[in-house]
């Protein structure tokens, strides 16, 4: 389901930025685990569900604003650093643009 693989992208987004910039190895820290929360919430009531646009292009902002300038620097963060961690996982996200 495209819901779990975006899910997943951005799990993997909030895992690279943890671990660089607040140095967690094994597990998210605290700030991060709800980003990462509140994000699963956002996809799993947002309304195209399976045609579901990157965030970038979608005309509905479903996120709080202090959680949409977290993503968003996440997403900034960590985009140019999927293609180390998460090869497969950036060539379907670029391709989806």
Request: aromatic share 12%; charged share 35%; net charge positive.
């Amino acid at each position: 389901m495209m819901n779990d693989k975006e899910k997943e992208t951005v799990s993997a987004m909030i895992r690279i930025y943890c671990r660089l910039k607040h140095r967690q190895q094994d597990k998210l820290c605290y700030y991060c685990r709800q980003l990462e929360i509140y994000a699963h919430e956002r996809l799993e009531r947002c309304p195209y569900k399976g045609n579901k646009p990157v965030c970038r292009k979608c005309p509905i902002h479903c996120y709080k604003p202090e959680f949409k300038k977290k993503i968003k620097e996440v997403m900034r963060f960590s985009g140019a650093r999927m293609i180390f961690y998460y090869p497969l996982d950036m060539i379907r996200h670029l391709w989806q643009k």
